[in-house]
C-alpha cells in the first residue's frame, strides 16, 4: 500500500457540526474501499488565493492514509458530486516526495546521499 495525502477546501459556510459530518463521510470513504486511515490535519477557515465558486475563504482538512487507486476513485467521485467541496486533491506522499504535512517543521531537513 501507498501512503497519500488528500486536501479537500469545504465551502466556508459550514457549521462545526456539519464539517464534522462532511470529514466523516471522506473517512468513512477511505474505510470502506479497504485503505488505511491514517489521521486529519483541520487547518480551519483560510483567505483562498482566488475566488472559488464565488467564496473568497475555505476550511482546509488534511486526511491521511495508506491505500491505492481504487480509494482515490472513490473519494473522487464523492468529492466532485458534493457542493459542500470547493475543491480537493489526492497526493501520493513518502519516499517519492514532500508531504504538505512536513511544512513548517523545523529542524528536519532531508539530505540526498549518492
Known amino acids: 500500500m501507498r ?13 462545526e457540526s456539519e464539517q464534522e459530518t462532511e470529514n466523516g463521510g471522506v473517512i468513512e470513504i477511505i474505510r ?3 485503505s488505511e486511515y491514517k489521521g486529519i490535519d483541520v487547518w480551519g ?3 483562498l488565493a482566488y475566488p472559488i465558486k464565488k467564496q473568497s475563504e475555505g476550511i482546509y482538512c488534511f486526511f ?4 491505492d ?15 459542500k467541496n470547493l475543491r480537493h486533491l489526492t ?20 539530505e540526498d546521499e549518492e
Open 91 to 110: 497526493l501520493k506522499t513518502g519516499v517519492e516526495g514532500p508531504s504538505t504535512a512536513s511544512f513548517g517543521e523545523e529542524g528536519e531537513e532531508e
Open 64 to 67: 491521511r492514509w495508506d491505500g
Open 69 to 83: 487507486v481504487k480509494t482515490i476513485e472513490a473519494l473522487d467521485k464523492m468529492l466532485r458530486i458534493n457542493e
Open 45 to 47: 477557515r483560510r483567505q
Open 3 to 15: 501512503s497519500y495525502e488528500t486536501v479537500v477546501i469545504w465551502d466556508p459556510s459550514l457549521s
Open 32 to 34: 470502506e474501499s479497504g
